[in-house]
């Protein structure tokens, strides 16, 4: 086998959650001495530092960043499954703005903290789009993996986005549950006004795979506003 296409469902608490990430991987003909190619399904959307528009994944384990000892590629000891672990818990976490390098240095200080939740507000966004994408034209061999999971999903993502709107910080929910009052470190208005632009939009998605009872979280819309520029969908469509 030289081809494979893997999906990484995005974790609770993160602003990932409940994604999909498909990645399309080639195993070179001097495999496993040398590590796999990884391409992600981007549609288009920046939503990592790590993981480019063009598909391109940063990850020392792949030898596309740098690294030290074993967080680079040994031949007859790594293997595609740490490659496909690493993506999920190092890359599509809680916090992917401190994988910008530089940025990790900032991690616990006021203002990296600030603009970590900011990167995260944005960041849903781009999930959210990228769901959308998704159920429109869904990876060859994994349209029924991906219309099964949205339409089991579909509540539990527009709940979150409910919270979002009600003050929830992004990524702070683990199946509805709020694990951490957004305070005055909440969403921000901006971000609130882009969520509420882009529901009738998710909500239209779901319901075109045979979602259900989505329809009474139409009125967050109404909470959009003029001022800010609604979500648009155009980017996949030139991809």
Request: net charge neutral; hydrophobic share 40%; charged share 20%.
């Amino acid at each position: 086998m030289d081809l494979l296409r893997a999906v990484i469902i995005g974790a609770d608490g993160t602003p990932y959650h409940d994604g999909l990430f498909f990645f399309d991987v080639y195993f070179p003909s001097n495999y496993p001495n040398v590590p796999p190619h990884v391409h992600y399904h981007s549609f288009g959307l920046r939503i990592n530092p790590n993981l480019y528009e063009c598909g391109k994944v940063c990850l020392s384990l792949l030898n596309t960043w740098g690294g030290r000892g074993k967080e680079k590629w040994i031949p007859g000891e790594s293997t595609m499954l740490q490659v496909l672990v690493s993506i999920q818990g190092l890359i599509l976490n809680a916090k992917p703005y401190f994988n910008e390098p530089g940025y990790a240095k900032m991690n616990g200080s006021a203002i990296g903290e600030r603009n970590s939740l900011r990167y995260n507000e944005h960041t849903c966004i781009f999930n959210l789009k990228t769901m959308v994408f998704c159920m429109r034209r869904p990876p060859q061999h994994f349209e029924d993996f991906v219309i099964g999971h949205y339409f089991q999903s579909c509540q539990d993502i527009l709940v979150a986005c409910k919270a979002y709107m009600e003050g929830a910080r992004v990524g702070s929910l683990v199946r509805g549950c709020v694990l951490e009052a957004g305070g005055d470190k909440g969403c921000s208005r901006s971000f609130k006004a882009m969520l509420a632009g882009f529901i009738e939009v998710l909500v239209e998605a779901f319901k075109k795979i045979g979602c259900e009872d989505c329809d009474k979280f139409l009125p967050l819309a109404e909470k959009a506003s003029t001022r800010v520029t609604p979500v648009k969908m155009e980017t996949a469509d030139h991809i």
